[in-house]
Structure formats: structure tokens, C-alpha cells
């Protein structure tokens, strides 16, 4: 059992790195009767009626959300399981319901009446976050920057917290409340029961909550703070009425020791390489470009290296038990946790890395890079780059490798009339995962890539850029939205004119008309499927230049 326990943890790293990747997604507004045209921000005549079955990939690209939410959240349930602060209460109250019945279903029942209790207290607290923020403040915390440096600076405090440094506790007064009141009996007296669990282990659970209820409220997914409360109260949960309905496996349960704060250490150094994206975004968002890709990666580098010796029993803490030996599973995770290590290491001279890409600064951002992305793409000629003009923003973005887009909606549609072309719009973000690992993992494909750079005009569009505009193209919306900064203009192009806000969007367009080709679509990381929807967009422009 004690083996299963230790591979869990593990699982954690894997479901965190590689399942975990949520849709980004934008401010959004009102937009009843307007759209948006090339020379101005005002109403004019509705687009085409294509635009209308964005709504259906909007809803697909919602549910992939909250299922990736829900997924890291029981994530978290099962790793804080095996919190100090928890596992020795397992055995606790679980005997607590078993002693204090004599018949066996009365003490299922209550286990589960408590295991509800702990589900309906953690979503509570989800959606207390939505409330209390709102679905857009939810929204836009994505792409500010100076909640994305809070919430770095928050979860590096509850990497501290894990590693030894201090403990996160709630008033004491609130626990003995709690206690008292548990003592009623009865189904009230269940919930209270819960209720200090909750405030018992909040030294343990407080950061691994603090950080999933950071990447549900920057989903931009309305119920996904409440969303991963569910799955991460729902893997609490289980094992409480599981060991109600058989006793029998408690002596099977390894004895607490120093191994519970092995597992709180490890969790220690992944909250503080994941807390680096926060601060990668304010980064990217500002154009301060001090802390490139390879910066990144030395820092991850660096504490996935201290992870693996600590592992191995090489660095050790003050609040650390003796350990005369390396278990097996302990040792497998070391071997992981060193070879992942190893795997960054060719980052460092421009490997793309594809595995994490979606974590990683962009490519472009590399100062020292020798890879060479080969014949994906460099067969053929950019076709774009025979417009010798310098792009307008274009010392402002990096350029995903072998590409040249335009940063400039008008700018872009006008070069695609010039050379009767199609568009190919990009709205991205500094901040959105997705969109880097569609950079990085499908735009390479050999096929994918001649289709983009020869067959269409690519406009790269970033919604979350923090640059002000220029005094005369600043304005005001018909809706009251103030334009300000080259991510508030594409933001507000992306939701006037095709109704979306999640990020990457891709619209293939017809440059004589802006209207869509065909339906636009988020990511696909599939480079066949991606092949066919960018063929299909030539198909009809084809169609309608004949």
C-alpha cells in the first residue's frame, strides 16, 4: 500500500506537467449589433453567418476546460491524501465511524454523509471565488499583470510553506469552534465534523488549494474555480467512505513518518517550478524580455535537479527524519525526477522540447540557440517575407521559428489583397499555453508549415499585450470599452467581429470581404486534422476567386 501511496505522488507530476493545460481565455463584451471594420471601431453590417457556429466550438472549448480543471483538481485531492496533516486523520476518523456503530451500513452511511460534507464545503469555496471576483474580473486576471506577479509571488510563499520555511494556519479559535460544534451529533454535527478537517489541514492543503483556485479563476471558464474545488474534494473524499465500507484495509494503511513530509517537500519544489509561468506572463505581457526561455529553463533545471537529490537523500531539511535507506519506488522517482532533468538540459542551446513547450517562454525568445527546425521548415520560401517593409509592431513580438507574420489586422489584410491571398488570423496571447504548443508541435509539420507561411497571409494578434496604442488610435467602444493598449484593440476585433474569447482562435478569412472561410476553430494537436482545416479554407477561397 505504502508503495501505491509513493506512486501517486508520482502520478501527481505527470497529471500537472501533461494533462493540466488549460484553454486561456479573454475579457469579454457585449456585443449585440456591432461588429468591427479595418479602419475604425464602430457598428456596422453583421458578419457572416458562419461566425454563428463559433458558439458550438466555444462550448467544446469550455467542456475541455472544466474537465482539465476537474482532472487537476483530483490531482491535488489525492496528493494532499498524503499530506502530515491528513493521512494520520484517515485511520482517526475512519475508526470513529466504525467504533461508534454497531451496525456496519449506519457507519457508511455517516462516512459518506461526511465525505459529502467535505465536497460541499470545497465547492462552496469555489464558487465564493467566482462571486466574489465575478466571471469577468475571472477573465481578465489571465492577462494582468499585476495579478500574475501576485499570484507568483503567492504560490513561491506556499512552495516556502511546504519546504519547511513556515506554516500557513488558520485562527485556532475557528478549529475549536468547529470542534465544538461537531460534537452535536447528527447530520449537522457531520458537516461540522468536516468543517475541521478543513480548518485542521489547511497547513498542508492551503497551498495546493491556493494554486488550483489560481489556474481555475485564470481559466477564463466561468465555474472553474468551483469546478476544481469538486474534483479536488471528490478524491478527499473517497477514501473516507472506502475505508468505512471496509475496515479491514486500515491495517493494510503504512504508519505515518518522515516519509508524509517527503511527499510535502516534493510537492515543495513542483509549486515552485510551476509558479515560474506567472511570472514568464508579466514578462511576456510588458516586453521586459528578463526572463527569456532560457532562463526559465536553468531555473527549472536547477530545482527539478535539487528535487532528484533530495530524493535520493543528498540535501536534506531541518524538519526532515533520518533516512537509512532509498525505498524502490522512492528511487524510481528519483530516476524520473534526474532524467526529466536531463531531458531540459539541450534547451538551453534552442531544443524545442516539446513535451513542456506549452510552459516554456516562446522560442523566439532564445538568446543562444542553435537547433535548426530542418526541412519542416526550411523547404521553400516564407512567401510573406518578399514584403521587404518592415512589419508595424514587429520589434514588439517574437516570431514563431520560420515564420513572418504581421502583427497589424489592416496592415495584414491589405498585403493579402496585394497578392491574392487568403488570411490566416491568429489570436493569441502571451499567456496562453495552448497557443505555444500549437507553435511548437503542429506549425513544424512539414505540410502544416508550407500551407501557412506559402499558401496564406498570417496575422498574429495578441489580445493580452500590454503596449499602448498610439494617441489617435486610442477610443472608446459604442459599449463603453476603452481602447488603450494593442491587446484591448485584437480583444475587442475577436469578440465584435466572430463572438469568441478563448485563445488560440484561428480564422481563415477572405481578404476582400472579412468574412470567415470557415468556421473558425481553437486548437487541434492533431497535425492531420489541423492539415485539413487549412486546406479546407483554400478549397473555398479558391471557390470564390473563380
Not at 471528490?234 to 479491514?248: D, K, R, V
Amino acid at each position: 500500500m505504502k508503495n501505491l501511496l509513493l506512486k501517486v505522488c508520482l502520478l501527481l507530476i505527470t497529471v500537472v506537467l501533461a494533462v493540466y493545460s488549460p484553454v486561456k481565455a479573454q475579457d469579454t463584451v457585449s456585443t449585440a449589433g456591432v461588429s468591427f471594420t479595418a479602419a475604425t471601431l464602430a457598428p456596422v453590417k453583421p458578419v457572416s453567418k458562419k461566425v454563428a457556429h463559433t458558439a458550438h466550438q466555444k462550448h467544446l472549448q469550455t467542456k475541455q476546460t472544466l474537465w482539465a480543471i476537474f482532472l487537476a483538481g483530483m490531482a491535488g485531492g489525492f496528493a494532499a491524501l498524503l499530506m502530515p496533516c491528513i493521512f494520520p486523520m484517515l485511520p482517526l476518523t475512519v475508526s470513529y465511524f466504525t467504533k461508534k456503530e454497531d451496525q456496519k451500513g449506519s457507519a457508511i452511511s455517516k462516512a459518506l454523509l461526511y465525505g459529502l460534507s467535505i465536497m460541499v464545503i470545497y465547492v462552496v469555496l469555489g464558487l465564493l471565488v467566482t462571486v466574489i471576483f465575478g466571471a469577468d474580473a475571472l477573465n481578465s486576471l489571465s492577462t494582468n499583470g499585476i495579478f500574475n506577479f501576485g499570484f507568483f509571488l503567492l504560490i513561491v510563499a506556499f512552495a516556502a510553506s511546504f519546504l519547511g520555511a513556515f506554516e500557513i494556519n488558520l485562527p485556532s479559535s475557528w478549529v475549536n469552534k468547529m470542534d465544538q460544534n461537531a460534537d452535536k451529533g447528527g447530520i449537522l454535527g457531520l458537516f461540522f465534523m468536516a468543517a475541521t478537517l478543513s480548518l485542521v489541514s489547511f497547513s498542508c492543503t492551503g497551498p495546493i488549494i491556493g494554486y488550483l483556485l489560481v489556474q481555475a479563476a485564470t481559466s477564463g471558464a466561468l465555474l472553474g474555480p468551483a469546478i476544481g474545488m469538486l474534483g479536488f474534494s471528490f478524491a478527499l473524499a473517497i477514501p473516507f467512505a472506502l475505508f468505512a465500507m471496509f475496515p479491514s484495509l486500515l491495517s493494510s494503511l503504512p504508519k505515518s513518518g518522515g516519509w508524509l513530509n517527503s511527499v510535502k517537500v516534493t510537492l515543495g519544489f513542483l509549486e515552485l517550478a510551476l509558479s515560474l509561468k506567472f511570472l514568464s506572463n508579466v514578462d511576456l505581457a510588458y516586453h521586459w524580455h528578463w526572463f527569456d526561455r532560457e532562463v526559465f529553463l536553468v531555473l527549472w533545471i536547477v530545482i527539478f535537479a535539487l528535487m532528484g537529490l533530495y530524493l535520493l537523500g543528498k540535501l536534506t531539511f531541518s524538519h526532515d527524519s533520518p533516512l537509512p535507506f532509498i525505498s524502490v519506488p522512492r528511487l524510481f522517482l528519483a530516476i524520473i525526477v534526474l532524467s526529466f532533468t536531463m531531458y531540459m538540459v539541450p534547451g538551453l542551446w534552442g531544443a524545442p522540447l516539446k513535451s513542456i513547450s506549452a510552459f516554456l517562454p516562446p522560442q523566439a525568445t532564445q538568446d543562444f540557440d542553435l537547433y535548426s527546425p530542418g526541412s519542416a521548415t526550411t523547404q521553400g520560401v516564407n512567401n510573406n517575407s518578399v514584403d521587404e517593409k518592415p512589419h508595424k509592431y514587429a520589434a514588439l513580438f517574437d516570431k514563431p521559428k520560420g515564420f513572418n507574420p504581421f502583427f497589424d489586422y489592416d496592415e495584414g489584410v491589405a498585403y493579402a489583397i496585394k497578392v491574392h491571398k487568403p488570411v490566416m488570423i491568429d489570436f493569441t496571447g502571451h499567456a496562453c499555453v495552448n497557443c505555444r504548443k500549437m507553435e511548437a508541435n503542429v506549425w513544424p509539420d512539414k505540410q502544416v508549415y508550407q500551407r501557412i507561411s506559402q499558401d496564406y497571409v498570417l496575422i498574429q494578434l495578441y489580445v493580452d499585450d500590454k503596449t499602448d496604442l498610439a494617441a489617435n488610435e486610442q477610443t472608446i467602444t459604442p459599449e463603453g470599452r476603452h481602447i488603450q493598449t494593442i491587446g484591448n484593440k485584437w480583444s475587442y476585433l475577436q469578440t465584435s467581429k466572430f463572438g469568441a474569447n478563448s485563445q488560440p482562435f484561428y480564422v481563415l478569412l477572405d481578404p476582400t470581404t472579412g468574412d470567415p472561410l470557415v468556421t473558425p476553430q481553437g486548437a487541434d494537436f492533431d497535425p492531420t486534422s489541423y492539415l485539413k482545416y487549412l486546406d479546407s479554407g483554400l478549397d473555398a477561397y479558391k471557390n470564390i476567386i473563380r
